[in-house]
């Protein structure tokens, strides 16, 4: 099949995207796999179900699509699966893309529901016996881990109705799962949500706090003893987006800022620290080398965490 021009590099190479759902039983295995290596890898990645038609589109956009490879007596099973989202369920009805995340919005395809940008791309996990899809702008999306097949929303028994981050942090020693969700009161808005889910699988803490503006916050800095949530200038602006341009812009005049809140306390005890503007998508790790933030530091004091061990 020829690509078209609209997509460009993310419809082609690497980024690819796989056509079809597929069950292979037993796939050829070169050499021999470890005695006792069993379990299943799961995967999941951007994959329109259609090319994309307009010329906004990226490869974040892309439906989610989960790849579980078993490992089972030396031999090795592969399935995969779409997620049906609302959008994908949507599209798949109408035969053709209608939505695109990423450009501005349709006046033609409604979305009251605010689910129809759903895509669930980005990351899966296993918690508290469940398997979810997820995304930073929506809630989990739970999937059957034999079958693969969806679901639907996981709100954690109605508890939760806030975005929830691709990438949650899980406590070793507490089993406990950490998560966020940035724009919590709608597209754009500076709030930030934040909770902890315990290892059973109940919604322990939700709270909700305001950042200096509005940034695409994907992921967060987890340690023993805080939460870090960084404020970096890659700013979201709901007028930007319905005029056609792109959401988010980098804004560096509006300076970078990391809030430090330690963990289990309430909102009301986080404190900003201003730093260097920078974008950072994924933090590698986060650690304490002294014991807190000295007051009246203009700056984010080298005794606090080390924060932005990473690249984007």
């Known amino acids: 099949m020829d690509t078209p021009a609209i997509g460009g590099r993310y419809l ?3 980024f690819a995207p796989i056509w079809t759902e597929s069950d292979a039983y037993w796939l050829p295995v070169t050499g021999e796999l470890p005695k006792g290596l069993e379990g299943t890898l799961f995967r ?76 669930a791309n980005t990351n899966i996990i296993a918690h508290a016996g469940r398997l979810l899809a997820l995304e930073e702008a929506h809630l989990p999306v739970e999937l059957d881990r034999n079958s693969l097949a969806t679901l639907g929303f996981h709100d954690f028994g109605g508890a939760l109705k806030t975005p929830f981050t691709a990438h949650p942090k899980r406590a070793p020693r507490t089993g406990e799962l950490l998560f966020f969700g940035y724009a919590a009161a709608g597209p754009f808005t500076s709030e930030i949500a934040f909770g902890t889910i315990d290892r059973q699988g109940k919604l322990e803490q939700l709270e909700m706090f305001r950042a200096p503006y509005s940034s695409m916050v994907h992921d967060f800095c987890v340690n023993e003893r805080h939460l870090l949530f960084p404020i970096l200038p890659l700013v979201g602006s709901l007028e930007r987006a319905q005029s056609g341009l792109p959401p988010f812009a980098w804004e560096p005049e509006r300076g970078a800022y990391v809030g430090v809140l330690r963990r289990g306390a309430s ?46």
């Not at 974008?279 to 807190?292: K, L, P, T």
Request: glycine share 10%; charged share 20%.
């Open 12 to 14: 082609t190479g690497n």
């Open 267 to 312: 909102a009301a005890s986080l404190r900003w620290f201003r730093t260097e503007s920078c974008y950072v998508f994924h933090v590698m790790n986060a650690w304490e080398d002294g014991s807190r933030v000295p007051p009246g530091r203009p700056r984010l004091s080298p005794r606090l965490l080390r924060l932005f061990h990473a690249g984007a």
């Open 44 to 119: 999941n990645g951007p994959n329109p179900q259609f090319w994309p038609t307009s010329p906004h589109h990226h490869w974040f956009g892309g439906d989610g699509m989960i790849h579980a490879f078993t490992i089972e007596k030396g031999r090795v099973r592969y399935r995969n699966r779409w997620v049906r989202t609302p959008k994908w369920q949507a599209e798949n009805a109408a035969g053709h893309p209608l939505f695109d995340p990423f450009g501005p919005p349709d006046p033609n395809v409604a979305n009251s529901d605010g689910c129809l940008d759903c895509v």
